[in-house]
């Protein structure tokens, strides 16, 4: 490992990525999180739990919200297994105008009822590292150690159907961006099989991404998704590095509320579960600047702005448990 990829390692482990907290001192006016896009970016990212089939049932009131967003390539993890391409690229069709037609996307095939999707207005080309990542035999014995009979029963068709991501190259402009959406695994208990196949969730999707950035020429790696960080932040931690160069590692955008102090993405009001930080995207900073990084919810706007994009405040809260996180980038030199 080199030292560049340990020092990010070591930031996360240190607290530097806020895990479980989610309010903080809040940001200077001029270095808060914005709706519109920052001068100088060259694309826009935006990732999101979609809670399953709440992304096309639900369709009219996610159209709003990503109107208003407007990305240029999106991450989304729990998309409804089963869903065709079309039936995902329809609901993102026309945000610009009639004329906005043009969406690639590729669904991985791993996930059972959830699946990770990459979408871009740019071409995207699935990834044969990631077609399917499956639990090896070793795998599957050590979850099945930790596991009740019933637990057991209930849970191992889900693990038969593979790890729930999504992967594909984005060719920006020449430029060619890895693309990956991920679900983690989510609970946590006693014994703690969750964190177990986290772990081993992300060992997987790690192994894949080496092999593709030491066979393929790629520019920039974008990771994003649901982490679900409930037990520890080893899962985001060890996602982070080693990678062959010059992409050594992948660090998380600090995403902010509009209102620049709360970083939390999973509404737990309501429910037995805290209210905290979930949801990470992530990128390679040897390559890419984060310019804007914003945890968007509609709570955070005015009167005036909900009227302008056709929304409530509890529209987040009625599409997803979880808030998209947007990000602007631009190349470094």
Do not use: C
């Not at 105008?97 to 995207?124: E, N």
């Not at 599957?140 to 889900?158: F, G, H, V």
């Not at 737990?268 to 040897?286: C, E, H, I, K, V």
């Amino acid at each position: 490992m080199s030292l560049r990829a340990s020092r990010f390692l070591l930031l996360i482990l240190l607290g530097a990525v806020p895990l479980p907290a989610f309010s903080q001192p809040a940001l200077p006016d001029a270095l808060r999180p914005a709706i519109g896009r920052r001068q100088g970016i060259a694309f826009r990212v935006l990732s999101w739990n979609v809670s399953g089939a709440a992304f096309t049932e639900q369709a009219a009131e996610y159209r709003k919200i990503l109107r208003l967003l407007d990305p240029d390539v999106l991450l989304l993890d729990e998309v409804e297994g089963g869903r065709s391409p079309d039936e995902i690229a329809a609901v993102v069709r026309g945000l610009r105008g009639a004329t906005d037609t043009t969406w690639h996307i590729v669904i991985g095939a791993g996930g059972g009822y959830q699946r990770g999707a990459v979408l871009s207005r740019h071409s995207v080309t699935p990834v044969p590292a990631f077609a399917r990542l499956h639990y090896s035999a070793g795998e599957m014995a050590e979850l099945r150690s930790l596991m009740d009979d019933a637990t057991w029963t209930r849970t191992k068709p889900n693990l038969d159907s593979g790890i729930a991501v999504g992967a594909g190259i984005v060719d920006l402009e020449g430029r060619q961006i890895l693309a990956i959406a991920i679900d983690l695994q989510s609970g946590a208990g006693t014994p703690d099989w969750q964190e177990a196949r986290r772990l081993i969730e992300v060992r997987t999707i790690q192994q894949a991404m080496q092999q593709v950035l030491r066979t393929t020429r790629v520019d920039a790696v974008l990771v994003a998704g649901d982490f679900n960080v409930v037990s520890t932040g080893m899962p985001l931690a060890r996602i982070t590095n080693p990678y062959p160069e010059p992409h050594v590692a992948v660090v998380p955008a600090l995403a902010i509320h509009l209102d620049g102090s709360e970083s939390w993405t999973w509404d737990g009001r309501g429910t037995p579960y805290p209210t905290q930080a979930l949801d990470f995207s992530l990128y390679s900073p040897g390559s890419l600047e984060p310019l804007n990084a914003l945890a968007f919810s509609s709570e955070d706007l005015s009167p005036e702005a909900l009227a302008a994009a056709d929304l409530r405040p509890g529209t987040s809260r009625l599409v997803s448990d979880h808030l998209p996180i947007v990000v602007d980038y631009r190349w470094r030199r």
